[in-house]
């Protein structure tokens, strides 16, 4: 049969084999030639942990003044590209020179490398000619392989010394310079891991060195100062004969430093080219078909950038979080130490990839078995990076402890380097600066188990956490101390549900649900009550308004004070016949991020339980991952919470509780529940999560006798960019929605309320909610009701140079006083409802940074008054904001190609084309080809369905949905064409309206780049409208038999 490759045309094979050629030639740079030879000898195998056992010489070479370096050009524009420069110029002779000497770089530890000199016996190389001596002295006898291959290391560390001591970067003077400890013996290259990254569906495995060589490296390399090279006792041994020693080491005089070659024995061109002579590594080397092996070590993201040929752009200085973990504890030499190593590993990277991070290292160096964790690196990128760092290494110290394993945790945030360090032939994609060393010292200064973060970290984490001052601490490289502290996770006191004041504790007062920080405020209950009444009091948004419908009556904000209880013994009110709440059945709110879910369902649970005695019970995840657990304790809890309310007999105690109430058939249950609600459930969290939800089934069966009973369950992926991520914890989420539907249908007296994201459309109680009318959809708020909520949240009278808002019996009345006061009061509604898309939490964070920059000055009771122009506030730097920040995560989540799609697209204020965008990246006049068109076209569809850009005409009026369809369905059918192009009216037109992504957007492109895709769209516009009619003039006169002058001179004088 024949396969989908024979049937692609040969122009098709040529175009994938170019692509995929240029992508593997960039690949093969991140990979050592050891991982290579371990495919050809068939020892790479996805389940293989030992991939390479061998023996020789390992280099550990650390740079000087890569910090002093950082940190000056970080506060330059073009920092990163300065940086990108100097790494690039330093890195190509050095690793030059490592090649040259058959060296194989294994690791890059920020500005330090491993080096593997491989000991081979040369003496049986199909090239050996018995002449030339593989240490490439004639006449001298031959050394053995591992004595040569620590001749060949301390030849490349001598000349590299030669060649790039006090190595002159151009920046303020600053020098770069080396010193190197040399060890040698046998080693093992193990791989690890194998969890699949959020961002892609391709394994991410690490390797890493292991051995004896490591330990004396450890000890030999902080001997050697700048511009030395220390060997190690084993090393020494093989070549003291070769070399001639340096100053002695009165503190270890075990260890040698390295002088020179003995030059009347051996010279390091001679041993260079008798390395060179029998070097056949390039035979075994990844090929075209191992392009998906190779992918497998490499960060998704990266080899994204090798395929769209934007490597240089990766390069860049931005804000991280960085976490350093160093493990003690685990021999990877030993029978055992290997598969433990497995364990740890993919143990870490399921944590790591959980929150969102990267993980950037994993290595055996002078400062043991290291991890480096980072937080904030493309597409991973999110506005709670710090918080995710921090939660991610409490539970890293989980998994060294379940492995009897000692961990240590440094954490740190601040603007570090962040791109690819080495040269063509070897490179990394590393993280370089001040905050990745501090993280490393802070690391170094934990107590087992210990975290430590420095005071940036503790400075912009949510209010998960408290932060313990720690005595401040002296580090290397540093003059002032350091204030270091120490995290803790918040505790919750107070339990969620109904309290022993008959109060309703809501969950998103402590966890940080729907996108809201959980910060440090005096009273989070008043505040949030606060927000509720503020958005809830608009009275024509439609999310009010339908919630009323099936409350009864107009919003009441008396309900809503901190002071209110709930009596047992209070009257209770109907709700309308046919609502939920009535006759039971699930309300089902969805919608994005500070939409209003939270403060519809606070009023409708305030509302139930105050006025239909409906007692709340609550079950919340997200958005942090895994909390299924959570959510069983919380439904579990509040359910007990109730019960205590319904009878005083019910003990305080939580256990004691639920032997008390749970019924006689699932009494055995007890205690598995009891170690879920204490901390300490362990074995499988599934069977665990299943046997505590049917026994909250059990509960709810019980109270809805007593009492009618809402349900309340809320799934927030928060700052979470891909679903993968939350993947699990939505099935468990809808598992429980599905059993809570099958419950409503049953029993009237108990109703349900789902809050999320995105809604499952098959689920139960989704179609339950749909059938019932139930379903509250929630979209932005309307010019008029932006206006309302406006004033409701400055909480006064607004006069905004000829708008004012008055409240007048409950009621707001807009009067427009003068031309010049209407004009403002419109530029104001317009740049609100652009900027913020009615989103009410986009709307707060917006005048919050009016008044904050002065842009509105208000005047508490009186007025508010706007000056300067709007157009000319940089909303681009309120990257603190969720509005902001979240777009920015956004942005930074797409791939490549739809990156640049998006940023093209922010150049152009009206309708553009796709030739437009493609005229600056695959131009036709450029050589590129019909697929490199329709990748761009399929970023373009990408950006649609994420309603970044719109289908337009062409004057930028509106396509209808049906118009859409046909423009999609014709530019699909045309794209496909080659001799056949579209007409000009069938071409599809798109434009960036949403304000808020393409202020952001703009943001990110150089104004040199605006212009160039400017005057390149411009430029191909004007060759496809000009060129086609002087082409067919110029087809018609060549057509023309032309006869020169001369000849038609002479003809004449024939005729």
């Known amino acids: 049969m024949e396969s989908s490759a024979e049937r692609l045309g040969d122009n098709v094979r040529r175009w994938f084999n170019e692509q995929n050629g240029q992508t593997l030639q960039g690949a093969l740079a991140f990979v050592p030639f050891v991982l290579q030879q371990a495919y050809y000898a068939g020892e790479l195998s996805e389940k293989a942990i030992v991939i390479h056992r061998g023996s020789g010489g390992v280099v550990f070479s650390d740079a000087s003044g890569f910090t002093a370096l950082t940190e000056k050009l970080a506060k330059k524009n073009n920092g990163a590209e300065l940086l990108s420069e100097c790494l690039t110029a330093f890195f190509t002779p050095l690793i030059d020179l490592i090649n040259a000497y058959r060296g194989d770089t294994i690791k890059f530890s920020g500005d330090a490398l491993t080096i593997y000199f491989p000991a081979t016996d040369d003496t049986k190389c199909p090239a050996f000619n018995g002449i030339v001596p593989p240490h490439g002295s004639y006449g001298l006898p031959d050394l053995g392989p591992m004595a040569t291959s620590v001749l060949r290391a301390s030849a490349c560390c001598i000349e590299i010394h ?42 991410r495995m690490e390797y890493l060195i292991s051995g004896a060589p490591l330990e004396q490296i450890a000890i030999a390399e902080p001997l050697a100062k700048n511009g030395e090279t220390c060997l190690s006792p084993q090393a020494w041994e093989l070549v003291k004969d070769c070399v001639v020693e340096g100053r002695p080491l009165e503190e270890s005089p075990d260890f040698h430093m390295l002088l020179r070659m003995d030059e009347s024995k051996y010279t390091f061109p001679t041993i260079k080219y008798a390395t060179q002579l029998y070097d056949f590594r390039n035979e075994s080397m990844f090929k075209l078909s191992e392009l998906n092996v190779i992918r497998r070590y490499i960060p998704s993201p990266v080899f994204k950038q090798i395929e769209c040929g934007t490597l240089p752009y990766v390069n860049e200085m931005r804000n991280i979080s960085t976490i350093f973990v160093s493990g003690s504890g685990l021999d990877v030499m030993s029978e055992n130490g290997p598969r433990t190593a497995q364990e740890l590993m993919s143990s870490i990277q399921r944590v790591c990839y959980a929150h969102e991070g990267t993980l950037n290292k994993f290595l055996i160096d002078d400062k043991g078995m290291l991890f480096l964790v980072v937080f904030g690196l493309p597409p991973l990128v999110h506005p709670d990076d710090p918080s995710r760092a921090v939660l991610a290494s409490f539970e890293f110290a989980q998994v060294f402890k379940r492995l009897a394993l000692v961990g240590r945790f440094g954490v740190t945030t601040g603007r570090s380097y962040c791109g690819v360090c080495g040269s063509a032939k070897r490179m990394e994609y590393t993280v370089l600066g001040d905050c990745v060393n501090l993280s490393a010292r802070l690391m170094s200064k934990a107590n087992p188990l210990g975290i430590l973060c420095d005071e940036e970290t503790s400075k912009h984490s949510t209010g998960e956490f408290i932060f313990h001052a720690m005595p401040a601490i002296k580090v290397k490289g540093k003059t002032n101390l ?9 505790q919750n006191l107070v339990p969620i549900g109904l309290t022993l004041e008959r109060k309703v504790h809501f969950p998103w007062y402590d966890n940080p649900t729907d996108g809201a920080a959980v910060c440090a405020v005096e009273d989070a209950p008043l505040a949030a009550k606060n927000r509720l009444i503020q958005l809830c009091s608009v009275g024509k948004w439609s999310g009010i308004t339908k919630v009323q419908d099936m409350l009864g009556g107009p919003f009441n904000k008396a309900i809503h004070s901190t002071d209110l209880t709930i009596s047992s013994g209070a009257p209770r009110s109907k709700a309308p016949g046919g609502s939920p709440f009535a006759d039971g059945g699930v309300v089902v709110i969805s919608g994005k991020t500070g939409l209003g879910k939270i403060e519809l369902a606070e009023h409708i649970i305030t509302h ?55 019924p006689p058939e699932l009494a055995g249950n007890v205690p598995v529940l009891g170690e879920l609600l204490n901390g300490r459930a362990g074995g499988n969290n599934a069977e665990v999560f299943e046997t505590a ?5 059990a509960l709810l069966t019980m109270l809805k006798k007593q009492t009618p009973v809402l349900v309340v369950l809320q799934f927030e992926v928060g700052t979470s960019l891909f679903p993968n991520t939350t993947r699990e914890d939505q099935t468990t989420f809808w598992s429980m929605t599905a059993q809570l539907a099958k419950l409503v249908r049953n029993e009237k007296h108990v109703a349900g309320l789902v809050l999320c994201n995105e809604l499952d459309e098959s689920n139960m109680a989704v179609k339950s909610a749909v059938e019932s009318d139930s379903l509250l959809n929630l979209r932005g708020l309307e010019d008029d009701s932006i206006l309302e909520y406006m004033s409701n949240y400055l909480g006064e009278m607004l006069n905004l140079i000829g708008l004012c808002i008055a409240k007048v019996s409950e009621k707001l009345i807009i009067e427009t006083l003068e031309r010049t006061g209407e004009r403002r009061a419109a530029e104001l509604r317009k740049f609100i409802g652009e900027v913020t898309l009615g989103n009410p939490l986009y709307i707060r964070e917006t005048l919050d940074q009016l008044r904050q920059e002065s842009h509105m000055k208000v005047k508490k009771g009186a007025s508010a008054t706007l000056s300067g122009p709007l157009d000319q506030i940089n909303i681009a730097q309120w990257n603190h904001t969720q509005m902001i920040g979240g777009t920015v995560c956004l942005l930074e989540s797409l791939d490549p190609i739809e990156a640049a799609a998006l940023k093209m697209s922010t150049c152009f204020e009206g309708p553009f084309t796709l030739p437009d965008l493609a005229a600056s990246s695959c131009s036709q006049w450029g050589g590129a080809s019909y697929f490199d068109l329709l990748r761009l076209y ?41 001799d056949h192009p579209a007409p000009v009216d069938s071409t599809p037109y798109f434009q960036m309206q949403n304000l808020l992504v393409r202020t952001v957007g703009a943001s990110m492109v150089l104004e040199a780049q605006k212009k160039s895709v400017k005057r390149n769209a411009l430029i191909d516009r004007v060759l496809k409208q000009d060129l086609p009619e002087r082409m067919l003039a110029l087809s018609a006169k060549k057509s023309v038999q032309h006869i020169p002058w001369y000849y038609e001179r002479a003809l004449r004088r024939m005729l």
């Open 938 to 978: 399929g970023a373009t569809r990408k950006l649609m369905k994420m309603n970044i850009i719109e289908l337009v005409h062409a004057d930028g009026s509106h396509v209808e949905a049906n118009e859409n369809r046909m423009a999609s369905q014709a530019s699909a059918e045309t794209s496909n064409v080659e």
């Open 162 to 203: 030669k060649r790039l001591h006090m190595f002159d970067t151009g920046v303020d003077d600053v020098r770069l310079c080396l010193h190197i400890g040399v060890g040698c013996g046998e080693i093992n290259i193990l791989q690890v891991g194998g969890v699949v990254p959020p961002e892609t569906h391709v394994p």
């Open 693 to 697: 939800i049917k026994v909250v089934i």
């Open 482 to 490: 350091i204030p270091i502290f120490a995290p803790m996770l918040k």
């Open 608 to 662: 139930c339980s105050t006025q239909f005695q409906m007692l709340p019970i609550f079950g919340t995840m997200g958005p942090r991952p895994g909390e299924s657990s959570r959510m069983a304790i919380e439904l579990l809890r509040s359910s007990l919470c109730v019960f205590r309310h319904l009878s005083a007999s019910v003990p305080g105690d939580d256990v004691q509780a639920l032997v008390q109430v749970v």
